[in-house]
Each structure stands twice: as C-alpha cells, then as structure tokens.
T-cell receptor
Framework: GAVVSQHPSRVICKSGTSVKIECRSL??????MFWYRQFPKQSLMLMAT?????????EQGVEKDKFLINHASLTLSTLTVTSAHPEDSSFYIC??????????????FGSGTQLSVL | SQQGEEDPQALSIQEGENATMNCSYK?????LQWYRQNSGRGLVHLIL?????REKHSGRLRVTLDTSKKSSSLLITASRAADTASYFC???????????????FGEGTQLTVNP
C-alpha cells in the first residue's frame, strides 16, 4: 500500500524558533497533501490543503504567516511553524491521497509529529 | 468545525465481545470512511462506504450507512486487545466536479479492549 513518511516524529524547541516538518509520499506521487493539527483526545483539525506547484489553501482561522506550507514536488510537502510559541504545541499530522480513480477517496497518513515548545 | 459526531466517546469491553461505534453527520456526503489511530500515531484507513451503499464488510469490520438518518456505525466483532485505539469517522462531501475532496473527521471513539 501507499506509504507516507513524516519527519521528525518528535521535536522540542525553545519559544521563538521555527520548526520544519516534512511529509513525503514514498511510493506514489501526491498532487494534494493535507496538514492536520490534533490536541490530546480530540479530533483532527484540518489546517491547510497543500497543492503541488501552487499556494496552499488555508482553513479559516489558520494563520498563513505562522504556518508556512511548501509543496515543491509531487512527493514532498513541508510545514514550517514560524516563531513557535507554547500554544503551538500540538500533534501535527500530514496525509496524502494516492492518485487512484477520477477523484481520490482514501487518505494515507504520516505517523505524526509531536511538537513541544518550551 | 467537525461535521461528525461520534458516540460513544469512550468504550471499554472485554476481549471477544463486539464493539459498536456510531457516527452522525449533517450534510450530504459522497462517502464515509472509518479510520483508526493508535496513541501518538497517524491514522490508518479501515473501510470506506459510498453514499449508495448500506452495508459493507471487511474482515471483522462491518459498517452500515443510513443516509436518511445521516448516520453510520462501525462494528468490530470478536474484539482483541490489539483493537485498542481511537476510531474516527470521516465524511467526504465534495461536489463531483472538484478535482479532489477533503475529509471532515468526527470527534472519535476511544475503544479499550481488556484482555
């Protein structure tokens, strides 16, 4: 099956630093990737949709300048949390849709990144 | 905001018992999917049921969909301790003409299967 690799799995950083999270589709090309944020014991909140070669589409309430998304190739999307603060501490998960069929229905998820900002 | 609401929020059963989780949604959908998440990990796709289907099986999983009630249920039969995880429903409601849809996840059910 399709594999999505997310790195790093855990990061601890000081307040004010920027953190980059990578999401790679290993055995397929993903024209669209999604970034989610998840708080403990809660559901996934879609942050943005990342499209290869174009600007990401952000959900309402998500700061574009805070969460920079780059989808430079068909296999890689990155999320950069700029000037991270403690309230940005969360579990971030990416997902990608394999290009099967007219439109793609099933998502493949990375293993997530636990961000802790001190 | 999340469209899906799941019920119950938490479920604890003994190994061998069946586990039933329910999901309700508000808008029309193209399909509904169930995912599983182990603690601190990403989600794994379990099963997809289309809007014109009423029931679907996959191994020990049985999913039903009632579009008139806008609800779905996931049944796990003969549960095992390894089934312990959070289970999320996700609805796909994109219009057909769009190039790709986005999923809206429910709040999840935390299932604990005791050995």
């Amino acid at each position: 099956g399709a594999v999505v690799s997310q790195h790093p799995s855990r990061v601890i950083c000081k307040s004010g630093t920027s953190v980059k999270i990578e999401c790679r589709s290993l055995d397929f090309q993903a024209t669209t990737m999604f970034w989610y944020r998840q708080f403990p014991k809660q559901s996934l909140m879609l942050m943005a949709t990342s499209n290869e070669g174009s600007k990401a589409t952000y959900e309402q309430g998500v700061e574009k300048d805070k969460f920079l998304i780059n989808h430079a190739s068909l296999t890689l999307s990155t999320l950069t949390v700029t000037s991270a603060h403690p309230e940005d501490s969360s579990f971030y998960i990416c997902s990608a849709r394999a290009p099967t069929g007219r439109w793609d229905e099933k998502l493949f998820f990375g293993s997530g990144t636990q961000l802790s900002v001190l | 905001s999340q469209q899906g609401e799941e019920d119950p929020q938490a479920l604890s059963i003994q190994e061998g018992e069946n586990a039933t989780m329910n999901c309700s949604y508000k808008t029309s959908i193209n399909n509904l999917q169930w995912y599983r998440q182990n603690s601190g990990r990403g989600l794994v796709h379990l099963i997809l049921i289309r809007s014109n289907e009423r029931e679907k099986h996959s191994g020990r999983l049985r999913v039903t969909l009632d579009t008139s009630k806008k609800s779905s249920s996931l049944l796990i039969t003969a549960s095992r301790a390894a089934d312990t995880a959070s289970y999320f429903c996700a609805t796909d409601a994109a219009p057909e003409e769009t190039s790709g849809s986005r999923l809206t996840f429910g709040e999840g059910t935390q299932l604990t299967v005791n050995p």
